[in-house]
């Protein structure tokens, strides 16, 4: 568990690979009042990631890491997240999979969000999955990561009824924006309860 000092702002790194939608949303909650993170550094292995752009222009430090060896990126990564005095993370689209080693570091420290109602669908595809085996409900979950892909300890999970006209595509967009709203909420459950 993380420990809070008081009314301090805990250092947080959003590890991200592309559009940034959830890097937005825990941005705009960073702004506010109650937060409890101070949000200071994106880590991306794309360059030309979205969520890039956005960071810049908030002014946040950006990190492009090259993962093509991936044992010399979380290297440089564990580096960097040190020498900014990082103590939490958040995994929002990052289409990298940690090591054992990093995650060891950072044990209870670093946090996902997965689009599905874990433990169901981990890994890609989870919409069209969902759809595929006629489920009534997707949604999607914020959990510890583990050296174990999509599989830690849920912290929130909000369930998305899914319509007879959904496509993978019409879901993924309904359920971003439920995403959007939980991923804050779950970081601020956490961090509050120490
Ligand atoms: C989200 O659907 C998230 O659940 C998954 O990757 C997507 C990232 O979207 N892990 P964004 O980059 O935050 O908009």
Known sequence: MVKLIGEEKINCAVFISGRGSNLKSIFKYSKQKYSKINLKLVISNKSNAKGIKFANKKKIKTIII????????????????????????????????LSKNLIGKFKNKIINIH????????????????????????????????????????????????LKSDSAKSLAKRILKVENKLYPKAINLILSKI
């Open 66 to 97: 090259d993962f093509k060896n991936k044992k010399s990126a979380e290297r440089k990564i564990i580096n960097i997240l040190e020498e900014n005095y990082i103590k939490f993370i958040c995994l929002a689209g990052f289409m990298k999979i």
């Open 115 to 162: 689009p599905s109602l874990l433990p169901k669908y981990k890994g890609l595809n989870t919409h069209s999955r969902a759809i595929k085996n006629n489920d009534k409900y997707s949604g999607c979950t914020v959990h510890y990561v583990t050296e174990n892909l999509d599989s830690g300890k849920v912290i929130m999970q909000k369930k998305v009824k899914i």
